[in-house]
């Protein structure tokens, strides 16, 4: 399994930015899928944005226009830019990895956007 260590989460104001990173394994790192999902209390994980070793992205509906998910391929590192944020947008973030399904995850990182 990928090893996968996020940083970047915090307490920010409605209309604020925060950057996600996600530092992965070296080797998983160039396979597979690796990508941004969150969950807030009482409620599913959801798919937040994803990134392919070619780098084509797909993102969830609730942040397409906000939230710009990209790699480092020389610090095997993804980053979740994400501005215009909205208190709904308050959940602990994970990264992800894997191939037909997410079969790694990080610790996950909290993020809380206060109105």
């Known amino acids: 399994q990928a090893q996968l260590v996020e940083s970047g989460g915090g307490l920010v104001q409605a209309g604020g930015s925060l950057r996600l990173s996600c530092a992965a394994s070296?080797?998983?790192?160039?396979?597979?899928?690796l990508g941004w999902y969150r969950q807030a209390p009482g409620k599913q994980r959801e798919m937040v944005a994803q990134?392919?070793?070619?780098?084509?992205?797909h993102y969830g509906d609730s942040v397409k226009g906000r939230f710009t998910i990209s790699r480092d391929n020389g610090k095997h590192t993804v980053y979740l830019q994400m501005n215009s944020l909205k208190p709904e947008d308050t959940a602990v973030y994970y990264c992800?990895?894997?191939?037909?399904?997410?079969?790694?995850w990080g610790q996950g990182t909290q993020v809380t956007v206060s109105s």
């Open positions: 992800g990895h894997g191939f037909f399904s997410v079969n790694s």
């Open positions: 070296g080797r998983f790192f160039s396979s597979g899928t």
């Open positions: 990134i392919t070793t070619s780098g084509a992205t």
